[in-house]
């Protein structure tokens, strides 16, 4: 059982999916807190996990100290959520952020200069506990810190840290919105499929299961070109395919135009919002 105090600061989508995945690798208890203004879900949370679920701070017993806040708010939320919780936080305790575009220096300036933040950047598969998250911690970071964000946020897929904080932009761009490229491949297969006489959801569901299929394939080889050439025979379907596909301009331009647009707008959207 965790004897720290950990408070959760919204249990919405992401922050209920990293609470769930926590609770099904740790003995979570007591010193959690939940916190979210909607109704039932703190007190769900509470019934399911024996965690406190309350649905405002004003409800936090005044002597609670977290070592550790999980901001698992709406970033534009943040403003407004994180400066009454800080007496309630530790100096030395760390604030584990999923928000999105919000940057390690505005959430010291919210709580206290020299709070320690470790930034990350989840993706949409935590509820499936297969996130792809990336983190990066700020200075004041400890081994300890760490080891807490490894324990939580491995929980709902994996962890890889980074030690520059204006990286998240790719990673952004890599794994936070590629869930819905896969997505849209998945949907240009079915569509595909109709013109070809397959019906569209025999179609989807041989995207789906493919896709499935080959991310096993490449999480147990490791490498998607060896995976790629192994396939092809020569004079065969797939290289005929392929020759398309990886033609030119082709799907690398594609993606990397793809990727390029995505960092932009996350640039964009970090000076939008005063990074
Ligand atoms: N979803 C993703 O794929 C994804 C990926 C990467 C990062 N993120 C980040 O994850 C964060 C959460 O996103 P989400 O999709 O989980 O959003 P969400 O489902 O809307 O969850 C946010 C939760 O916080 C609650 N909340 C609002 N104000 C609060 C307050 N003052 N104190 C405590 N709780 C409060 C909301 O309640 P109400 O609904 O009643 O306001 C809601 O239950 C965002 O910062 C986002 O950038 C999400």
Redo the contacts with the bound molecule.
């Keep these: 059982m965790t004897s720290s105090n950990i408070l959760f600061?919204?249990?919405?989508?992401?922050?209920?999916a990293i609470l769930r995945g926590w609770a099904r690798s740790a003995d979570i208890g007591e010193g959690v807190c939940v916190?979210?203004?909607?109704p039932g879900?703190a007190a769900g949370f509470a019934e399911k996990l024996g965690v406190l679920g309350i649905q405002s701070?004003s409800e936090l017993p005044l002597d609670y100290r977290a070592d550790a806040l999980v901001l698992?708010?709406?970033?534009q939320?943040i403003e407004?959520?994180l400066p009454p919780l800080v007496p309630f936080l530790s100096q030395s305790g760390v604030i584990i952020s999923?928000?999105?575009?919000?940057s390690i220096e505005r959430i010291q300036a919210l709580s206290r200069t020299g709070q320690p933040v470790v930034r990350t950047?989840?993706?949409?598969a935590?509820e499936v506990g297969l996130s792809a998250t990336v983190a990066v911690a700020s200075g004041e970071v400890a081994d300890t810190h760490r080891e807490l964000a490894n324990s939580i946020m491995e929980s709902v897929g994996s962890l890889r840290w980074v030690d520059d904080e204006e990286l998240l932009h790719a990673v952004t761009a890599i794994s936070?919105s590629s869930p819905a490229y896969v997505f849209a491949l998945a949907e240009a297969l079915a569509a595909a499929a109709e013109p070809l006489g397959l019906s569209k959801e025999l179609g989807q569901d041989l995207a789906i299961d493919t896709i499935l299929g080959a991310a096993a394939l490449m999480k147990e080889n490791r490498d998607p070109a060896d995976l790629r050439r192994q396939v092809c025979s020569p004079g065969g379907t797939t290289l005929a395919a392929l020759e398309v596909l990886q033609g030119s301009p082709g799907l690398n331009e594609l993606i990397m135009d793809t990727a390029n647009a995505c960092v932009k707008r996350s640039r964009e959207l970090a000076e939008i919002k005063g990074k």
């Design positions: 600061l919204g249990a919405g989508r992401m922050g209920g916190v979210d203004p909607t879900v701070i698992a708010v709406k970033p939320m407004q959520a999923i928000a999105a575009g919000f950047m989840p993706n949409l935590a936070g």
